[in-house]
């Protein structure tokens, strides 16, 4: 079976947070999924020989973490405690790794830390530092929700008139829905 990701391309950390929907369920449940994911991610991180269950363990807990915290700060709040921790926990297996902190003026910051590393713990230390990315970067307030019915993955608009995760699929759904409300008026 072929898994088709419903959006890539966006920040890493975005495109792990999408892999997990109402709609399409989890696209990364199983080590295959992950792999067939870490695949389509080609040149963005270190590739792996397989994937483990513990793995996947941790990329799990680095999206769930991502997904919580990324919430918080798009509405302007401090991300809850356990997020943070989680996150840091992930960076922290990284022979290079920031640590996420709330500043006093409301933002994050993520200073610079040296270390040995565990590799088999280097795929989440990779995905929390793109997380790490994403939060610091001030244009994390711009990250939207696709406004297509029923959708709800996020993406960066590179243009602020973006509204779809995917033009062609979700905008298509919306422009045909009008269309189509337009032209059955007059037939009920």
């Given at each position: 079976?072929?898994?088709?990701?419903?959006?890539?391309?966006?920040?890493l950390?975005?495109?792990?947070?999408?892999?997990?929907?109402?709609a399409?369920?989890?696209?990364i449940?199983t080590?295959?999924?992950?792999?067939?994911?870490?695949?389509?991610?080609?040149g963005?991180?270190?590739?792996?020989?397989?994937?483990?269950?513990a793995?996947?363990?941790?990329?799990?807990a680095v999206r769930?973490?991502?997904?919580?915290?990324?919430?918080?700060?798009?509405?302007g709040?401090r991300?809850?405690a356990?997020t943070?921790?989680?996150?840091?926990g992930a960076?922290?297996?990284a022979?290079?790794?920031?640590?996420?902190?709330?500043?006093?003026?409301g933002?994050?910051?993520a200073?610079?830390?040296?270390?040995?590393?565990?590799?088999a713990?280097?795929?989440?230390?990779e995905?929390?530092?793109?997380?790490?990315d994403?939060l610091?970067d001030?244009?994390v307030?711009d990250?939207r929700?696709?406004?297509?019915?029923?959708?709800?993955?996020?993406?960066?608009?590179?243009?602020?008139?973006?509204r779809?995760?995917?033009?062609?699929v979700?905008g298509?759904?919306a422009?045909?829905?009008?269309?189509y409300?337009?032209?059955t008026?007059?037939?009920?």
């Open positions: 079976m072929t898994v088709t990701f419903p959006l890539l391309g966006e920040p950390a975005l495109d792990l947070v999408n892999t997990r929907s109402p399409f369920g989890d696209l449940a080590p295959a999924g992950l792999a067939a994911w870490l695949a389509e991610q080609a963005r991180l270190t590739p792996l020989a397989a994937v483990t269950d793995e996947l363990t941790r990329v799990h769930e973490a991502v997904r919580a915290a990324l919430e918080a700060v798009r509405r709040e991300p809850p356990g943070l921790r989680v996150l840091n960076l922290a297996a022979p290079a790794h920031r640590a996420l902190a709330w500043t006093a003026d933002g994050l910051t200073p610079a830390h040296r270390q040995a590393a565990d590799p713990r280097r795929l989440a230390a995905l929390a530092e793109a997380a790490a994403l610091t001030p244009r307030g990250v929700g696709c406004e297509g019915a029923e959708c709800v993955l996020l993406f960066l608009p590179a243009n602020p008139r973006r779809w995760c995917v033009a062609g979700c298509n759904r422009r045909v829905a009008r269309y409300a337009r032209h008026k007059g037939e009920a």
